[in-house]
């Protein structure tokens, strides 16, 4: 078992299955696109470990609180790295976490994206390190998100060239 | 003639003359920015077989139906097909789609941002095939976008390294 | 002396101080992410000389005007190559700017985002010329922005290899 593994199994953590889209929505890409050494990931929402997306959804500062939405951030990155298990096969491919995007459905005057995005960076970093797990990131107010969903997150993470 | 040029001949695509700017309006920089085998794409819009910005405008949801907004995010598509034909010479110096960002003009309440810029993926798998075309992909709601378009669509492509 | 950094000094430019972030806010992540020869820049705001937020805060077309927005974005980055050349030393191994994200605090029915994003590429322009300096971009109106700030810009820059 690779060192990542092991690592989310000592902390406890399960990642969920692939997302479950809603019925008849088609999504004609894939969740992580491999180029060279890159790994791209595309835009994730907060997801429940079956794979259905988590509640609540809606506008964080009106519909979802501060807290529920750094927990809706964590699950989002739960979400990235179920992902990139199942394309890489191992987490432990990863050799740098590069660039996130995080994404979050904003009530009118919200404005601590940074707050919420760090249920995302907090996961990263418990799971890769500071070293590893370090990444550019910026943290931003939308006006709607798919399926009313309150944080979304794309980002980039660099392979070990053997795996290229 | 190179087979993705073909390949638009035989679908019948013609693509557009380069977007022609509103008067008094100054674009510093190009619609494509090549760094070694990576050629980054600027934020398109959807414009006409003349350059000129497509209708209609505004806010998908309230001024532009879903289907109409599909439409816009293909002729976004077009658009970057004409630019990065004009960059790189020929389209078939593209190795692989990269990543997409997606971004739709989004009236309050409106969430089905990924059928909107399927309208786009549709496009690219249409003349790259599902291989090359893959991109990783986030489609969101943006409050304003420039001139009021509909869509506006940015990304990245990599390129065979013997073009670098 | 490097030559971008005489360059500066020749313009009659000096850099701010690092972002004093307001007390209690906590950021996890690093101003600038190095990857092999790449530097990836996190979403920067508009600060003054001493790193403090740098007034008026709000929204483009209603709190801030254009004009105002124009400089705001020009501040935003004078503040990214100041975390460049505190993350690299020297200014002088960038070799390409990459890609520019712009993203534009805006009022309801604001729609010039380019003109408020060229006070950043006038800028990168005016320092790095227009062959280094030149990027892909795209310029957005986001709903919310992080402290209320009225523009926020993250990126990318390529370094020269021997840098690596």
């Known amino acids: ?64 609180s501060l807290e529920q939405a750094y927990v809706a951030a964590r699950l989002t990155g739960l979400a990235i790295l179920s992902s990139l298990q199942h394309k890489l096969g191992s987490l432990n491919r990863i050799s740098a976490w590069v660039r996130i995007f995080g994404m979050v459905n904003s009530a009118p005057g919200f404005n601590q994206q940074p707050a919420v995005i760090n249920g995302f960076t907090d996961l990263i970093i418990e799971v890769f390190g500071a070293e590893v797990g370090a990444h550019a990131r910026s943290a931003v107010g939308l006006t709607e998100l798919p399926f009313n969903i309150p944080v979304e997150i794309e980002g980039e993470v660099e392979l070990h060239p053997n795996d290229a």
Chains 1, 2, 3 share one sequence.
């Open 1 to 64: 078992m690779s060192t990542t593994e092991q690592r989310l199994q000592d902390l406890g953590i399960v990642l969920p299955k692939p997302l479950q889209l809603p019925p008849g929505v088609i999504f004609p890409f894939p969740w992580v696109r491999i180029v060279g050494t890159r790994a791209l990931i595309s835009g994730h929402g907060p997801i429940n470990p079956d794979g259905s997306l988590a509640q609540p959804l809606g506008k964080v500062g009106l519909d979802v």
